[in-house]
Nanobody
């Protein structure tokens, strides 16, 4: 069983930065991917970005060049550095870990960007 715990959300002005962290407890495998989704009010959950155990990354077009995903050497923690934040980035951000067809989710952390 894997449990994910996020931290780092909050309120920031447009143009500002935030860094989200997520730590996984339990056994982490070399093939596990981790990353972030977000869900704004009234909208579907959307992928923000993903990172493989060896550091390969993929980002949504809406965050490319502004957000950076990284992972610690042990592979248990994933981070999301968010720069040049926009009001449309306001959402609950969820950390996830994917193992084959199984997906584990964190509880979510609120990010609010004021204009």
């Amino acid at each position: 069983q894997v449990q994910l715990m996020e931290s780092g959300g909050g309120l920031v002005q447009a143009g500002g930065s935030l860094r989200l962290s997520c730590t996984a407890s339990g056994r982490i495998f070399s093939t596990d991917d981790m990353g972030w989704y977000r869900q704004a009010p009234g909208k579907q959950r959307e992928l923000v970005g993903t990172i493989t155990r060896v550091g390969g990354t993929h980002y949504a077009d809406s965050v490319k060049g502004r957000f950076t995903i990284s992972r610690d050497n042990a592979g248990n923690s994933v981070y999301l550095q968010m720069n040049s934040l926009k009001p449309e980035d306001t959402a609950v951000y969820y950390c996830y870990l994917q193992r084959s067809v199984y997906v584990y989710w964190g509880q979510g952390t609120q990010v609010t960007v004021s204009s």
